[in-house]
């Protein structure tokens, strides 16, 4: 009876997301068929508290050891807490938390054990999302475009348009949503664009002892280092052809360059620099999109906002002004890759993640 439910039809699944910001775990529901985006569903938000961001925080850029121990018990025992208010749901998309990435090395590591989920739970849980694509030659990253198309087709989209994540990394999608299925060519391209607020924040922590700058305030209050901004500019990683994606820590060097500004200008740079990433981005886009459509805690951030609108020829807005959700994407996007991994369905391709074919990544643990 499970799998016929899990083979056709409409499907409610729970996914969840604990991104590199490590602020806490997304759930969201969707209704799909594994194609069609059916329905949005209710949402949950649950923090991490302090202790615990400083255990997953401690454990980021390991790969064994106590450390990461310790990170898979605190995300292990929050993702099940906010799971048991979710019973009506199908199935469950469980992301885990990110501590590694090194696709170039063959290797990520997303910490949560889905197995024991669905025995806690009592659910089906779709995880281990990324593997099967980095084991093929592939990034393992970015993983959400295929929602992406998805969610072009929901708003009725008749033109090239792009979805840009700013995160603790920036990704971004471009979609023609022209094309009948995601792994159709030309549907997609994505890639990693740059860091994004994972080094704004880290600079807000080490001298204000703030989680993040909130508002863009503090970057609305000073100036862009233009010499900063080209030596970051001048890393190879922009000049790569995508797919390509990054670690949180890969550009941990940018701190460095802002040592010696002020306060306000080492916010207004860091910030001046994810906006340039994505511009040198859209250069790689097949054609320039008609829309960029920006979810994650970016998008909250005026300061970053403008000076994406003053370095990009497109409208760009954040999702809600086409009805989606910007807190809630990428939990989304889990979800229907979920529907995805237990239809059988490809999850990325060659225009995604570089990998080498179109691969249905994730693992489906169900419950004894």
């Known amino acids: 009876m499970l799998k016929a439910k899990l083979s056709k039809g409409p499907i409610r699944i ?3 997301m604990s991104g590199t910001s490590m602020d806490g775990v997304d759930v969201a529901v ?21 202790a615990e961001r400083r255990v ?7 790969w064994t050891g106590p450390d990461v121990d310790r990170a898979v018990v605190t995300v292990q025992a929050a993702h099940t807490q906010v799971l048991r208010g979710f ?22 590591l997303q910490v949560g054990d889905g197995d024991q989920l669905a025995q806690d739970i009592g659910t089906p849980v779709v995880w281990d999302f990324r593997n099967a694509d980095v084991r093929m030659g592939g990034e393992g990253a970015p993983l959400a475009p295929f929602f992406h198309f998805a969610c072009a087709k929901w708003i009725k989209a008749d033109a090239p348009l792009a979805f840009l994540n700013l995160g603790g990394v920036g990704n971004l999608t471009w979609v023609d949503p022209r094309k009948t299925r995601p792994e159709d060519e030309g549907a997609l391209l994505a890639f990693d664009t740059g860091p994004a607020n994972a080094p704004i924040d880290d600079l807000m922590k080490e001298r204000l002892g703030k989680p993040y700058d909130q508002d863009g305030a503090l970057a609305r209050r000073g100036e862009v280092e233009t010499g900063a901004l080209e030596l970051f500019l001048a890393e190879s990683y922009f000049t790569r052809m995508p797919p390509k994606s990054l670690d949180r ?38 054609t320039q999109p008609e829309v960029l459509l920006v979810t994650g805690g970016g998008r909250k951030n005026p300061v970053m906002m403008e000076m994406l609108r003053v370095s990009l020829d497109c409208v760009v807005k954040p999702v ?36 080498k074919a179109l691969v249905g990544g994730g693992v489906l643990s169900c419950p004894t």
């Open 320 to 355: 809600e002004e086409v009805g989606l959700d910007g807190d809630m994407l990428e939990a989304q996007a889990f979800a229907y890759l979920a529907a995805r991994v237990a239809r059988g369905l490809p999850t990325s391709g060659p225009s995604t993640t570089g990998v």
């Open 249 to 286: 820590n890969d550009f941990a060097e940018m701190i460095k360059l802002v040592k010696e500004l002020s306060d306000v200008d080492a916010a207004a740079t860091l910030t001046g620099m994810a906006a340039a990433g994505v511009a040198q981005g859209i250069e790689h886009c097949p």
């Open 87 to 108: 019973d009506d749901v199908d199935l469950i998309g469980f992301h885990g938390q990110t501590l590694s990435h090194d696709p170039r090395g063959g290797r990520t």
């Open 56 to 62: 997953i925080a401690t454990a980021m850029g390991q």
């Open 14 to 16: 729970a996914g969840t």
């Open 30 to 50: 969707l209704e799909t068929d594994g194609e069609r985006i059916l329905g949005f569903g209710e949402t949950a938000y649950r923090a991490f508290s302090d």
